[in-house]
């Protein structure tokens, strides 16, 4: 049994849907489970028409054509979307009564955008013979707490999912399940979101429980990449990296898998397989728990842009035993979180995301420290063996040298699989080509 992810881009319209009902006939023998995001843009649609909504206006126009349309152009009736529909006027106009939003409400007028595109998989599939059933989450056993917007799965999922899934699992149930991503129901049946990632998550919760042979995800890449091939078009697929180095990856920029979704397949032992929808041939990348031949110096590059570096300097707490944990605990109170961090005795320089509000923060630091706000700046990283950190270094910095590249920061990651270092925003890319060079053209 395999799982198979495939993201709102992949299913946006008539001629998408077609294609992945391809890929999923062409792994119907490795008896298929699919995860779905909503159709392409549903999801922005539904916001917008709920803030359409609050101000007194129902129209679920957009969100109609799209189905409709699809549905027309793939000649099958998908009796369960009108519905759906239905129900979400019905919703739309009790949000335009009361002229408000919750993060409850939220989650369920967002929910539409999955179960619609569920249905209509399904529909086409079984319309081409290929014998398949749709799946709201909390049908194959997903419960989540009740914390809107961005939910946790409770632990009894691991138990639910087999259970609900059994017949499927053991063979004797033939038909497909087609199941929504990113959507739970809590303990009291109020539909919930998992956040961000929510259908990576949805993809390896379920792949996990099942003791899936292999988890896809399938996006419009070969798989890993040595870096953004935008950026360096000589970029290579990455045959295979570690959970550690995905979970880095995506940290810092890389469009793999978010973060929390690799904790229940690494649980399990699961192996993730990233694929390309374009090229179904490809054997993409495996993200695995260790090499499983000699592991590279360097996997892969990243960068995050239009990140702020904020440099914090006291001689008045010179040798204070409580210097860090003031530092730390300021951010805590401003829930600003820190990507990433060098620090001294008496100094600490770390980034944050530049759309934080800072002022609150600055004003307290300021009151122990000196503290210098630099915007404009970017986090690059290699995905490595620190191991090698010296050759590693010694070959990036001579690059950037010959370049005339100044890095203003560099900090080497606990987890001992990444080094990152700041530049400007302006040197971002420059400093990308210039390490891939190094690393991985010579």
């Not at 998908?78 to 019905?90: D, F, H, Q, R, Y």
């Not at 990856?249 to 993730?272: D, E, I, N, T």
């Not at 993200?287 to 590279?296: N, W």
């Not at 001294?344 to 300021?366: C, P, R």
């Amino acid at each position: 049994m395999i799982v198979m992810k495939f993201g709102g881009s992949s299913v946006a319209n008539a001629e998408r849907i077609r294609h992945v009902a391809s890929i999923i006939s062409a792994y119907k023998e490795s008896r298929p489970l699919v995860v779905l995001s909503a159709m392409g843009d549903t999801t922005d649609h539904l916001l917008d028409a709920a803030e359409d909504a609050v101000r007194g206006k129902v129209d679920i126009a957009k969100i109609e054509n799209l189905h409709y349309e699809t549905a027309k152009a793939l000649e099958i009736e998908v009796p369960a979307i009108s519905e759906l529909l239905g129900e979400l006027k019905t919703l739309l106009t009790g949000i335009s009564m009361l002229r408000e939003l919750t993060k409850r409400t939220r989650d369920y007028l967002v929910s539409f955008g999955e179960r619609m595109s569920v249905r209509m998989m399904a529909a086409y599939l079984n319309s081409k013979g290929v014998a398949s059933s749709f799946f709201d989450a909390w049908d194959v056993g997903f419960v989540s707490d009740s914390n809107f917007m961005q939910a946790e799965l409770l632990d009894e999922v691991w138990d639910n999912i087999p259970r609900a899934l059994s017949a499927y699992k053991d063979g004797t149930e033939k038909a497909i399940p087609i199941v929504t991503g990113f959507i739970a129901k809590d303990k009291n049946g109020t539909i919930t979101t998992l956040g961000r990632g929510g259908s990576d998550l949805t993809a390896t919760m379920l792949g996990a429980a099942l003791g899936a042979d292999e988890i896809q995800t399938w996006k419009d890449v070969d798989g890993i990449m040595t870096t953004d091939p935008r950026v360096c078009p000589k970029a290579r697929t990455v045959s295979e990296a570690t959970y550690e180095e995905a979970q880095e990856l995506a940290m810092f920029g890389a469009q793999v898998l978010h973060p929390r979704s690799m904790v229940p397949c690494r649980k399990a032992g699961v192996p993730v397989r990233v694929k390309n929808s374009y090229n179904i041939d490809s054997p993409g990348s495996i993200i695995v728990e260790k090499h499983t031949g000699e592991r590279p110096r360097v996997t892969a590059i990243t960068c995050v842009k239009h990140v702020t570096l904020i440099d914090i300097v006291s001689t008045r707490m010179l040798g204070a035993a409580g210097f860090l944990a003031h530092i730390f605990n300021q951010f805590l109170k401003w829930n600003i979180s820190i990507d990433v961090i060098a620090t001294s005795e008496v100094s600490v320089s770390l980034t944050v995301n530049t759309k934080a509000d800072l002022t609150g923060l600055i004003q307290d630091l300021q009151r122990v420290a000196d503290v210098n706000v630099q915007t404009g700046k970017s986090i690059v990283t290699a995905i490595c063996d620190v191991s090698h950190s010296s050759r590693i270094l010694s070959e990036g910095f001579k690059a950037l040298d010959e370049e005339g590249i100044n890095v203003e920061m560099i900090s080497q990651g606990a987890s001992k699989v990444n080094i990152s270092m700041i530049v400007s925003d302006s040197d971002c890319e420059k400093v990308v080509k210039t390490l891939h060079r190094a690393y991985f053209e010579q």
